[in-house]
């Protein structure tokens, strides 16, 4: 089992930025490749991005590409998105997820975070 807690969200202006974390707890961090995932009302989830077990390797969707950075540092735990030059169609409750492997489909989550609320005022 692997437990994960989303925190960071809030309110901003659109431009501004934000810096998501999701503290994990249980079976080995490592272990696992992580994503960020988001939902909009009415939308479904879609992905964000994902990063390596070790870090080394990232994936990014392309509405978010040159704006967010995922990070993660091992050592803590911990799984970070930075967001930057945010837009109100950002505003969506964001999750961490683990998976076995890389990968931008949701499917391949087996744990998921409660979420954490952005919203992006115009």
């Known amino acids: 089992q692997v437990q994960l807690v989303e925190s960071g969200g809030g309110l901003v202006q659109a431009g501004g930025s934000l810096r998501l974390s999701c503290a994990a707890s249980?079976?080995?961090?490592?272990?696992?490749?992580m994503g960020w995932f988001r939902q909009a009302p009415g939308g479904e989830r879609e992905f964000v991005a994902a990063?390596?077990?070790?870090?080394?390797?990232?994936y990014y969707a392309d509405s978010v590409k040159g704006r967010f950075t995922i990070s993660r540092d091992n050592a803590k735990n911990t799984l970070y998105l930075q967001m930057n030059t945010l837009k109100p169609e950002d505003t969506a409750v964001y999750y961490c997820?683990?998976?076995?492997?890389?990968?931008?489909?949701?499917?391949?989550?087996?744990?998921w975070g409660q979420g954490t609320q952005v919203t992006v005022s115009s």
């Open positions: 997820a683990a998976s076995r492997i890389t990968t931008v489909s949701r499917h391949a989550y087996t744990y």
């Open positions: 249980g079976r080995t961090f490592r272990d696992y490749s």
């Open positions: 990063i390596s077990g070790g870090g080394a390797t990232a």
